[in-house]
């Protein structure tokens, strides 16, 4: 798998993505969603928050969306799961054992120009994805929609918490 088609399957779901989320993107697809599992207790508490909240129709979105080239990453969609007679803990389970990105800073250096390359070739404007990506702080966009997933770790060959 390579960027153009994570990207274009990304913006398929989410017309209105900008920079921003195509900055996100990249973040998760090389980081994972790390910072939510470093304490499984908290981490458990708000996913059953979320998942409590999930409205009973939102718009379509696969189970698992693969989003690294190396096809580790990906992120498991709360809704479809929930739809699809997945129990709560079930989910935790298994978002879990997938364990801590451990992406080597070389790695993620060396995806960067693949990266930027497919994005730019898809509009993103070059300098807002490079503040974007600098700036830290990873948020989707206003136009952006409806978003509920965690990042997982498909190999489960992180450290786990």
Not at 140 to 155: M, T
Request: with cysteine.
């Amino acid at each position: 798998m390579d960027w153009n088609l994570i990207l274009v399957r990304e913006r398929r779901l989410h017309p209105g993505m900008t920079e921003a989320d195509a900055a996100k993107l990249f973040y998760q697809a090389l980081r994972g969603g790390d910072h939510l599992m470093g304490d499984p207790n908290r981490f458990r508490i708000q996913l059953a928050e979320e998942w409590n909240r999930l409205p009973d129709r939102g718009p379509e979105a696969p189970l698992i969306q693969v989003i690294s080239p190396r096809g580790d990453m990906a992120r498991l969609h709360l809704l479809p799961a929930k739809r699809n007679g997945m129990a709560l803990e079930s989910v935790v389970e298994l978002l879990l054992a997938g364990g801590l990105a451990g992406t080597p800073e070389k790695d993620v250096r060396d995806a960067f120009p693949a990266f930027m390359e497919a994005a730019c070739r898809m509009g993103f404007k070059r300098n807002i994805l490079t503040d974007s990506l600098s700036s830290g702080h990873y948020h989707h966009s206003p136009g952006y929609g409806f978003a509920s997933y965690r990042v997982f770790n498909l190999v489960g060959s992180g450290p786990r918490p």
